[in-house]
């Protein structure tokens, strides 16, 4: 039952809501479901780096025969990830010596890799490493949590023109993205209905 486009705004934070999501798309059937996962996805997932909730629903779309979008610009995910653990810190939400130690720990596992080491493993290592480098970075040279967050601001939105342009050009049937973004969206997308399956 293809029906009406949906544009879902999930809030992707609990197994019940993945789990219903899940199910909308098996009673519906689509022929194509856009998530808010970046273009290279699958290259990411064969080093074992995934996100959870819209990596699930990627591999049980695919399960299910559907075809998936992938609707992020890589490099825009990559910076927005940077961005938003550096505001997390600003929040008091995380704090910057755990990001340090994560990275002390990183660099003494890889000091310590041999050629037996899983290299998805090493892969994974030296990506958050990066990652970490760069939030660390970020904090050193931007003090200010109300900069951060314009940076922030600012990355969402190229993301979600970027998702808007993959959805207006690919036309899934089912699309799933985060609430906030989807709430933004909706007024450009008038062929697809908006849903929240909770508040």
Same mark, same amino acid.
Not at 2 to 14: C, N
Not at 68 to 75: D, G, I, K, R, T
Not at 117 to 126: D, K, N, V
Not at 150 to 158: F, G, I, P, Q, S
């Given at each position: 039952?293809?029906?009406?486009?949906?544009?879902?705004?999930?809030?992707?934070?609990?197994?019940?809501?993945?789990?219903?999501?899940?199910?909308?798309?098996?009673?519906?059937?689509?022929?194509?479901?856009?998530?808010?996962?970046?273009?290279?996805?699958?290259?990411?997932?064969?080093?074992?780096?995934?996100?959870?909730?819209?990596?699930?629903?990627?591999?049980?779309? @695919?399960?299910?025969? %559907?075809?998936? $979008?992938?609707?992020?610009?890589? =490099?825009?995910?990559? /910076? +927005?990830?940077?961005?938003?653990?550096?505001?997390?810190?600003?929040?008091?939400?995380?704090?910057?010596?755990?990001?340090?130690?994560?990275?002390?720990?990183?660099?003494?596992?890889?000091?310590?890799?041999?050629?037996?080491?899983?290299?998805?493993?090493?892969?994974?290592?030296?990506?958050?490493?990066?990652?970490?480098?760069?939030?660390?970075?970020?904090?050193?040279?931007?003090? @200010?949590?109300?900069? %951060?967050?314009? $940076?922030?601001?600012?990355?969402? =939105?190229?993301?979600? /023109? +970027?998702?808007?342009?993959?959805?207006?050009?690919?036309?899934?049937?089912?699309?799933?993205?985060?609430?906030?973004?989807?709430?933004?969206?909706?007024?450009?997308?008038?062929?697809?209905?908006?849903?929240?399956?909770?508040?």
């Amino acid at each position: 039952m293809k029906g009406q486009k949906l544009i879902i705004g999930a809030r992707h934070v609990d197994e019940k809501e993945l789990n219903d999501i899940n199910a909308l798309i098996l009673q519906r059937q689509p022929s194509k479901v856009g998530l808010e996962l970046p273009e290279d996805h699958l290259q990411r997932e064969e080093h074992k780096i995934g996100a959870y909730f819209f990596s699930d629903i990627n591999s049980y779309s @695919a399960n299910l025969g %559907i075809k998936v $979008l992938y609707l992020e610009s890589p =490099a825009a995910w990559d /910076s +927005h990830q940077v961005i938003d653990m550096a505001k997390a810190v600003r929040e008091g939400r995380l704090k910057e010596s755990g990001i340090q130690k994560e990275m002390g720990r990183i660099n003494n596992d890889l000091a310590n890799s041999s050629a037996y080491t899983a290299p998805e493993r090493l892969y994974q290592q030296i990506f958050f490493r990066e990652r970490y480098k760069k939030v660390l970075r970020v904090l050193a040279d931007i003090p @200010a949590l109300e900069e %951060i967050t314009r $940076l922030w601001d600012a990355l969402n =939105a190229e993301r979600e /023109s +970027h998702v808007l342009h993959r959805i207006c050009k690919e036309k899934p049937d089912i699309v799933v993205i985060g609430d906030a973004h989807a709430r933004k969206l909706k007024g450009s997308l008038p062929e697809y209905q908006y849903l929240r399956l909770y508040l």
